[in-house]
């Protein structure tokens, strides 16, 4: 995790960890969840004894979240407390009933996009996404891995940023990137996309690029994961929270490709005479390709 100031909603941050706790995390966890407006008003020492844990348990709870300590992580509960922007009031956004009218669903999901684009932005660490951009501006190669849904984005990624005239790869074929990662090295980056930060293929790319040197950049969801633990540059979207209609995999795509988008739009305000160049060069070579009426 970022040694800046976590930024975003405490609640959601303790939703997205919910199965990486160890037990007495995990127990604290739920207590915060049930009670979380009471915490606010406890001191370290009462919240161990209530949720029947240890000053330690808090303390390393707290650093897991990605606090500096229980002052910084109770700050945070409090401004959830205050706003009553939790992970229940953004569930109750996405229920879509088979009972309402089609205006209605429009504007449920139109809104379920909207609130996890902005939850997205709550917990994006600005210091991350500098480091990020330096790196890949920097970089000899960038290589863009990625499964499943997360393989798609990891195509629109490098089709984004080759256009800038950075110099990036990607192979769909998993036998293919595995060969392109064991090639990279100390001055490479490994940009590696996995939802859950758990794809073992991924993983093993991210733990194998480190190995030779070369640079981790992660995009997953908000959790200590495998693929964290081998990334130097860890990058969120924010947990995926599942309901009947909404266990999908669009919102997630939706929120990676915005922090893509913001990448590439931060490398193009690095270099915007040379970005614009190769964009136009593109830009042309395309147009050239379609049909004209």
Not at 3 to 30: N, P, Q, V, W, Y
Not at 141 to 157: K, L, N, Q
Not at 254 to 261: E, T, Y
Request: a neutral charge; proline letters at 2%.
């Amino acid at each position: 995790m970022s040694e800046t100031k976590a930024r975003g909603s405490c609640i959601l941050r303790i939703k997205g960890m919910h199965g990486f706790f160890k037990a007495a995390e995990e127990r604290l966890a739920d207590y915060v969840l049930q009670n979380y407006e009471t915490v606010v008003n406890l001191t370290i020492e009462d919240l161990a004894k209530r949720s029947d844990t240890s000053y330690a348990t808090v303390t390393r709870f707290c650093k897991k979240l990605g606090y500096d300590g229980y002052k910084d992580f109770k700050s945070s509960l409090i401004q959830d407390a205050l706003t009553r922007q939790n992970s229940e009031t953004l569930q109750d956004d996405l229920s879509i009933s088979l009972a309402q009218p089609l205006e209605s669903i429009c504007d449920s999901t139109y809104r379920f996009f909207i609130r996890g684009l902005e939850e997205s932005l709550s917990i994006l660490d600005y210091n991350l996404i500098e480091q990020a951009v330096t790196a890949m501006m920097r970089a000899n190669t960038i290589c863009f891995v990625g499964t499943g849904t997360s393989g798609i984005c990891a195509r629109y990624a490098c089709s984004r940023f080759f256009r800038i005239g950075l110099p990036c790869v990607w192979e769909g074929d998993s036998t293919l990137y595995r060969m392109r990662v064991a090639t990279l090295r100390k001055g490479d980056v490994l940009f590696a996309i996995s939802a859950s930060g758990r794809s073992n293929d991924i993983v093993k790319c991210a733990q194998l690029a480190q190995k030779n040197g070369a640079l981790v950049v992660s995009l997953s969801d908000f959790a200590i994961s495998p693929l964290t633990k081998a990334s130097s540059i860890n990058l969120f979207t924010t947990p995926r929270i599942a309901s009947l209609y909404q266990n999908l995999d669009m919102p997630l795509v939706i929120n990676q490709i915005a922090l893509i988008d913001t990448l590439y739009a931060c490398c193009c305000s690095k270099n915007p005479e040379h970005a614009s160049g190769v964009y136009a060069d593109t830009r042309l070579a395309s147009v050239e390709e379609k049909m004209k009426l």
